[in-house]
């Protein structure tokens, strides 16, 4: 006799079924949709970096990535986001723009703007009368000046030191609070009569020169004697491992060295040295840093380093000094030394001595 099944057993069999699949459905689904990712991003605006701390690096530069050097990706990459006026860090990266805080720096000069012929034919004597008579024309008055005269002393080794004490330009003011600096430059030269007055009048002074005994040296109180000779080139690196205590500097790696901003007064007798050092201090911007300059220039003879026809010599010293001029260095005394031969260029021409003492204040030294 076949068994009766009891009642609603095979209708809940289907509902199962139907449970499972649509479990099995659900499940597919969800899959499915996490496989596709999120939805896409609207375009509403254009890509670009969000607001937030900086990445570890930064992308590339914009441009052509082909060939880029080694140099410019590790600079890229330093970490180190530009301001947006080109700035860096204190220290600039090579090739990099001026350092934060200096976005208009000059960039590096390699040599002087020569300044005009004197005339049509350039000779030497159109060349030479606009210069001498630049150098004998004073372009400033100095009502207050102190010179180291040769009126009580006709030694023909010393000469006239003279510098301006008008309050208008600082340097009285600087002594009488004895903050005054004065750097001296020489070569060989045993006449400190200038350099010891200064420093019993308040400045500090340091004599430069190669001759001296001692690497440094303090006379009195306030007159230091260093064993350096000023240059317009600081020694070969391979020559500066070899000799480390090599006696030759540029005056801006002594200022660096030193820890000096600025120089009250400025003295030099370099012995014909004077205008490649002058042409240092020009592409270099130290004249900035200089008060009152007063130097001996030497005229027998082109100079360190100085080369062409006479009359382009000529016109290379008087762009020299027009640079001084153009940095707001005025003229305000002028000697000429007559106990030196009279030769200009190995020629006894136009008057000339060989020897002039030239004496600048910078207008703008407060």
């Known amino acids: 006799m076949a068994r009766e099944r009891p009642?609603?057993?095979?209708?809940?069999?289907?509902?199962?079924?139907?449970?499972?699949?649509?479990?099995?459905f659900g499940l597919r689904l969800c899959a499915e949709l996490r496989r596709a990712g999120p939805p896409p991003a609207a375009r509403s605006a254009p890509p670009g970096p969000v607001p937030g701390p900086p990445a570890p690096h930064l992308p590339p530069a914009p441009g052509p990535q082909r060939g880029a050097s080694r140099r410019q990706v590790t600079y890229v990459r330093s970490g180190r986001r530009a301001p947006p006026g080109g700035g860096g860090s204190g220290t600039p990266e090579p090739g990099c723009c001026a350092p934060r805080g200096r976005p208009s720096q000059k960039a590096p000069r390699w040599?002087?703007?020569?300044?005009?012929?004197?005339?049509?034919?350039?000779?030497?004597?159109?060349?030479?009368?606009?210069?001498?008579?630049?150098?004998?024309?004073?372009?400033?008055?100095?009502?207050?000046?102190?010179?180291?005269?040769?009126?009580?002393?006709?030694?023909?080794?010393?000469?006239?030191?003279?510098?301006?004490?008008?309050?208008?330009?600082?340097?009285?003011?600087?002594?009488?609070?004895?903050?005054?600096?004065?750097?001296?430059?020489?070569?060989?030269?045993?006449d400190t009569h200038f350099e010891v007055s200064m420093a019993n009048s308040g400045c500090e002074v340091h004599r430069f020169d190669p001759s001296v005994k001692q690497a440094h040296s303090l006379e009195g109180q306030r007159l230091w004697h260093h064993r350096l000779s000023i240059d317009w080139r600081d020694p070969h690196p391979a020559v500066a491992a070899q000799k480390p205590h090599t006696n030759t500097r540029k005056l801006r790696t002594v200022l660096n060295e030193f820890g000096h901003h600025k120089i009250d007064v400025l003295k030099a007798d370099l012995e014909s040295a004077e205008w490649k050092v002058l042409e240092n201090l020009i592409l270099e911007d130290v004249l900035e840093q200089i008060g009152q300059f007063i130097f001996v220039i030497h005229l027998h003879w082109p100079g360190f380093e100085v080369s062409g026809s006479d009359s382009s010599v000529v016109r290379f010293w008087?762009?020299?000094?027009?640079?001084?001029?153009?940095?707001?260095?005025?003229?305000?005394?002028?000697?000429?030394?007559?106990?030196?031969?009279?030769?200009?260029?190995?020629?006894?021409?136009?008057?000339?001595?060989?020897?002039?003492?030239?004496?600048?204040?910078?207008?703008r030294w407060r």
């Open 7 to 24: 009642p609603g057993r095979g209708c809940s069999t289907l509902r199962r079924c139907l449970l499972g699949a649509a479990l099995l």
């Open 111 to 190: 040599h002087i703007d020569l300044q005009p012929w004197a005339g049509a034919t350039q000779s030497l004597d159109e060349e030479a009368l606009r210069f001498l008579r630049y150098i004998s024309t004073t372009q400033i008055a100095c009502d207050h000046m102190s010179t180291d005269s040769l009126a009580i002393d006709s030694s023909p080794a010393k000469r006239p030191w003279s510098v301006c004490l008008d309050d208008r330009f600082g340097l009285a003011h600087q002594i009488r609070n004895k903050q005054c600096r004065l750097y001296s430059l020489g070569l060989g030269s045993d």
């Open 318 to 363: 008087y762009s020299l000094l027009k640079e001084l001029e153009l940095k707001d260095f005025r003229l305000f005394h002028s000697y000429k030394d007559l106990s030196k031969p009279q030769l200009f260029l190995k020629k006894d021409i136009f008057n000339a001595s060989s020897c002039y003492t030239l004496s600048w204040v910078n207008t």
